[in-house]
Nanobody
Framework: QLQASGGGLVQAGGSLRLSCAAS????????MGWFRQAPGKEREFVAA???????SYTDSVKGRFTISRDNANNMVYLQMNSLKPEDTAVYYC???????????????????WGQGTQVTVSS
């Protein structure tokens, strides 16, 4: 029900745009988020966007990443610029219903998860 794509190998300083296609049933007015997990590390919050357009970012990506959504086509995007080797991870999109603003960065608040797409940034 969530299909992430757009990952790949890029040099430091480069850009990638991740896409996540959602089924209409779980897109609607739901909040959408991106999380990432590097080898040997916990899954961590990256960015999220509510249906209204309100966004939230983890500090390490502010000013470099931009999350957006196309409500008409059930898509959410993560534009990643000025990529760093520490951004290397598997990136997951997630969807959640009724998530309050203060919980947008909590993985447990999301109901559905995509399969993940690998992002590798070389130095």
């Amino acid at each position: 029900q969530l299909q992430a794509s757009g990952g790949g190998l890029v040099q430091a300083g480069g850009s990638l745009r991740l896409s996540c296609a959602a089924s209409g049933r779980i897109f609607g007015s739901w909040a959408m988020g991106w999380f990432r997990q590097a080898p040997g590390k916990e899954r961590e919050f990256v960015a999220a966007i509510r249906y209204s357009g309100t966004t939230s970012y983890t500090d390490s990506v502010k000013g470099r990443f931009t999350i957006s959504r196309d409500n008409a086509n059930n898509m959410v995007y993560l534009q990643m610029n000025s990529l760093k080797p520490e951004d290397t991870a598997v990136y997951y999109c997630a969807a959640g219903n009724g998530i309050i603003l203060s919980s947008m960065n909590r993985a447990g608040a999301y109901n559905y998860w995509g399969q993940g797409t690998q992002v590798t940034v070389s130095s």
